[in-house]
Nanobody, 121 residues
Framework: QVQLVESGGGLVQAGGSLRLSCAASGSIASINFMGWYRQAPGKQRELVAQMTVAGSAYYADSVKGRFTISRDNAKNTMYLQMNRLKPEDAAVYYC???????????????WGQGTQVTVSS
């Protein structure tokens, strides 16, 4: 069984910073990519940032220059440093990963339970 556990969400004033973490645990053979999605009330879930095992990063235009995704491959942990937060960044942030379990042939996609980010104006 695989678990993706997020932490680091909370309430912050506009212009402030938060750092989210996502730790993957279980019988994991390899992780292809890890990423962060977010979903605000009444809106669709959207990709915020994603990083491959090789270190290539993708950012949504709305967060470029403010958010930084990073990974610690040895710990199967991913981070999202969020700076200069705006009220429109408020959402539930979900960790997502495509990974292969030990003994498995194919990779599967997994989700964390989400962590709330609230930005006050």
């Amino acid at each position: 069984q695989v678990q993706l556990v997020e932490s680091g969400g909370g309430l912050v004033q506009a212009g402030g910073s938060l750092r989210l973490s996502c730790a993957a645990s279980g019988s994991i053979a390899s992780i292809n990519f890890m990423g962060w999605y977010r979903q605000a009330p009444g809106k669709q879930r959207e990709l915020v940032a994603q990083m491959t095992v090789a270190g290539s990063a993708y950012y949504a235009d709305s967060v470029k220059g403010r958010f930084t995704i990073s990974r610690d491959n040895a710990k199967n942990t991913m981070y999202l440093q969020m700076n200069r937060l705006k009220p429109e960044d408020a959402a539930v942030y979900y960790c997502n990963s495509d990974l292969t379990l030990n003994g498995a042939t194919w990779s599967r996609n997994y989700w964390g339970q989400g962590t709330q980010v609230t930005v006050s104006s």
